[in-house]
Every structure is written in structure tokens, then in C-alpha cells.
């Protein structure tokens, strides 16, 4: 639940997603839901001349199962808060 | 500090682990060297000012050694998805 | 699944686990992201005789075997001459090996 609250807080920011095939896609967030799975809008994808198979498209969902990272926009992120929410939700029970 | 008192479970060692310097080992030959921020029981975690090195053995033709590509990239705030983590080492102490 | 019903009655572009291009018409979807498509094309890329398109009628597609599902923009879509792109198809999704 953690991590989906995170990348709520960063709806309209825009990121970057790698997925487990190597492709590498920037766009701006526009929802997140609970298995992490993403929507992207205005998306770019990186070397463009080598994946024109996606050419048409400008929007898309992205299932959460095939990212391998996401790089997120430092500026709009608060460090102390993160730490403090990742404390306080490990001690819980997972 | 007496740290082997405080831990009781493996996720306690990330929890001390927390706004320090990790080394996460990941599936596909990566690893990253990050400061953790975030975490979930499914090890999902963020890391700031991250490290990727990625190990790639570039194809040779039969009989010939294979030489080992070391490929490393610098990455401001990243989003790990948990699957793809094989170990997480925390910094070392005196 | 708070992301896919914008996409009901559109064209779609799903990109599978295993590297395949798959097109159609988004006709319905569940909560573990099943597709059902209609008027479905597989469009297959090639390095030497460029995309070519192989008609498949109404698909049911398993959530688990999507990578992407992505809005197709018709105006590119038309105006995009598929046959002389020359690529390789897309690589597929690897869990990495250790």
C-alpha cells in the first residue's frame, strides 16, 4: 500500500518506466492502482528509431508485473516522509 | 551500537537499513548501489542517488573465451519492482 | 482496475509478454486484465520485409500474457506506411535467469 500511495502522489508528474523487455518509456503518470499497474500519457519511447512498432500510440497502461524500475522525480518527492511512512507501515505485521 | 539485538527477522535488517547506502542485488546480471528510502513486504523499494551496473557477456564465436561487459549508469530517485531482487546487503559497520 | 475502461470502443495496440504486436478493438476487460478484441490483426515486424498484418477476428487475450495495452492514434495509424518499416520484432519479457 505504500508504494501505491507514493505514485499517487505523483499523478502529472512525468517519469520514466523500464520494463522486463529492455523498452524504456516516458510519459506523464495519470493513475496507478493497487497491483501497481500504471497509465502513462504523452508517452516517448527511448531510441524511437529502433521500436517504431509503437509509433501510433500516445497513451497506455502499463501492467504492473512487467516493470523493472521507474525513475521518479526527485524534486517532487519528500525523503522524511517516505522513511517515516516506510517505518511505521514495517511495524506492522506484512 | 548492538545491532544483532535489535534484529529479529530478515526485514528488520532493511528497517536499520533505512536513509543508508544499500547494495541490492537483482535477476538478469544487475546491481544497484542506492541510499533506501522505501520499502514493502514484497521488497518493492525506492532508492536515491543509485548506481546501476549492469554485467553483459557480449556473444563469441565457439572456443574463444567470452569477455564480460561492465555497463554502469547513474539514476537520481528510482522505483524497484520487488520480483527481480535476489539480495539486499546493507552498508557496512564497524 | 482504475485505468482500462477509457479505452472500451477504442482501437488498442497490445504489446504481449513474448514480443508479439497485437491490434484490435477493446470490446471488454476484467479485473485480472483478460482482453476480449474485435477485429483483431497480428502485425508482425520484420528486419527484411518490413510489418505486415495477418487478420484474426475476435480474440479473448489472457491478462498474464500482456505486457502494454496502448490507445492507437488513427491519424498516425493511417498516415504510417507499416510496410516499409523494417525492424526487428520487439525483444520479449525475461525474468533474468539469476
Known sequence: MLIFSVFKTLTDHTVTVELKNDLCITGVLKSVDQYLNIRLDAIKVENAEQHPHMMAVKNCFIRGSVIRYVQLPASAMDIQLLEDATRRESGKKI | ?94 | MATLHTLVDKRVLLVMQDGRVIMGNLVGWDQRSNIVLADCVERRFSQESGATDSALGVYMVKGDQICLVGEVDAAIEEATSWSEIKVDPLPAVRYGDA
Do not use: C, W
Open chain 2, 1 to 94: 551500537m548492538q545491532v544483532s539485538g535489535e534484529i529479529q527477522e530478515p526485514f528488520d535488517l532493511i528497517r536499520l537499513s533505512l536513509s543508508e547506502r544499500v547494495m541490492v542485488k537483482l535477476r538478469g546480471d544487475r546491481q544497484l548501489s542506492g541510499v533506501l528510502h522505501a520499502y514493502d513486504g514484497h521488497m518493492n523499494m525506492i532508492l536515491s542517488d543509485v548506481e546501476e551496473t549492469v554485467m553483459i557477456v557480449d556473444p563469441v564465436p565457439e572456443g574463444v573465451k567470452p569477455s564480460i561487459r561492465v555497463a554502469k549508469r547513474q539514476i537520481e530517485m528510482l522505483y524497484v519492482r520487488g520480483d527481480g531482487v535476489i539480495l539486499v546487503s546493507p552498508p557496512q559497520r564497524e
